[in-house]
Nanobody
Framework: VQLQASGGGLVQAGGSLRLSCAAS????????MGWFRQAPGKEREFVAA????????HSSDSAKGRFTISRDNAKNTVYLQMNSLKPEDTAIYYC????????????????WGQGTQVTVSS
């Protein structure tokens, strides 16, 4: 599986962005997918995850109420809609395939995409 994240950019605080993660491979629809982010000098942290059919999602406390993860298996794409953005959301955002263990740990994921930069100005 190869993942390509896109949709990042520079936005003012309070603004919105929608990130996309396009996957290659015919088995995309069977995977649990996740979004993580990593700010300079910080560890990679969990943002959200979604089950193979989109019926279940998990979000970090910082994402709840502001970010929504979704997927379109027909397009082999997972999305992260980010609203009410804050300067502390500034980071590189990565998508990845969940292989096992904890949804909240990057160790449970593989096939990381290259990431997309999100910068929120105050």
């Amino acid at each position: 599986v190869q993942l390509q994240a896109s949709g990042g950019g520079l936005v003012q605080a309070g603004g919105s962005l929608r990130l996309s993660c396009a996957a290659s491979g015919r088995t995309f629809s069977s995977y649990v997918m996740g979004w993580f982010r990593q700010a300079p000098g910080k560890e990679r942290e969990f943002v959200a995850a979604i089950s193979w059919n989109g019926a279940r999602t998990h979000s970090s406390d910082s994402a709840k109420g502001r970010f929504t993860i979704s997927r379109d298996n027909a397009k082999n794409t997972v999305y992260l809609q980010m609203n009410s953005l804050k300067p502390e959301d500034t980071a590189i955002y990565y998508c990845a395939v969940f292989l096992g263990g904890s949804y909240y740990s990057p160790g449970g994921y593989d096939y990381w995409g290259q990431g997309t930069q999100v910068t929120v100005s105050s």
